[in-house]
């Protein structure tokens, strides 16, 4: 059975901080990693992929993997009240089974 | 076309109906998902196709659950004889399978199912 564990939350931090998401997998096959942000009410939609070992930046976005900890985070800097949402992580292998994580609440108090 | 298309967005029905909702993904993705979301829940996998074979049926939660695929394009999720714990929010999503790398699924609106 393949899993995609994350902290359900909620986490809050205060508008301007950083927001740190983790996420931990238990298929060492998997090869693309995903954040997904879902608004109250609206279905997920993406934020950032990563498939390399390392950090990805994409605006106030990063996205971090580590292959061999199994483990891929997303920090979200200058977090602000609009970045509120829970955040999914999805893990798949060669596009073939799109495995998501219970997702976190993030909640940016202003 | 420009999204994942579904419909019905809302279905309100009576318990132990058969509903249909349908999902139109988008044009030239190989690859389509069907996923349930229980108010305040994570996202449920149901099925997976790609093209109109469904490799993956492991997350159809009883026989009451059936989907089908045409071709590489419309598929529609059936469940009989509804019950009240399926009011959920269908959600369909579609790919472009590649090798690696980008194979970003984008996900539709849902079809919201009360079952009344």
């Known amino acids: 059975q393949k899993e995609v564990e994350q902290n359900s939350g909620p986490l809050s931090v205060p508008e301007g901080a950083i927001a740190s998401l983790n996420c931990t997998y238990s298929?060492?096959?998997?090869?693309?990693f995903f954040w997904y942000r879902q608004y109250s009410g609206k279905s997920p939609e993406l934020i950032m992929f990563?498939?390399?070992?390392g950090d990805k930046e994409d605006g106030r976005f990063t996205a971090q993997l580590n292959k061999a900890s199994q483990y891929v985070s997303l920090l979200i800097r200058d977090s602000q009240p609009s970045d509120s949402a829970t955040y999914l992580c999805?893990?798949?292998?060669?596009?073939?089974?799109?495995?998501f994580g219970p997702g976190t609440r993030l909640s940016v108090l202003p | 076309g420009a999204g994942v298309s579904q419909s019905p967005s809302n279905k309100v029905t009576e318990k132990g109906k058969d509903v249909e909702l349908r999902c139109d993904p988008i044009?030239?993705?190989?690859?389509l998902y069907w996923y349930r979301q229980r108010l305040g829940q994570g996202l449920e996998f149901l099925i997976y196709?790609?093209?109109?074979?469904?490799?993956?049926k492991s997350g159809l939660p009883s026989d009451r659950f059936s989907a089908e695929r045409t071709g590489e394009s419309v598929s529609t999720l059936t469940i009989q004889r509804t019950q009240q714990e399926d009011s959920a929010v269908y959600l369909c999503?579609?790919?472009?399978?590649?090798?690696?790398?980008?194979?970003?699924?984008?996900f539709g609106e849902g079809s919201w199912l009360t079952v009344v």
């Open positions: 990563i498939y390399s070992n």
């Open positions: 298929d060492r096959g998997s090869q693309s």
């Open positions: 044009s030239g993705h190989t690859a």
């Open positions: 999805a893990v798949t292998d060669y596009g073939q089974n799109f495995v």
């Open positions: 999503a579609s790919s472009l399978v590649r090798s690696i790398g980008g194979n970003t699924i984008y």
């Open positions: 196709f790609q093209g109109n074979s469904a490799p993956d």
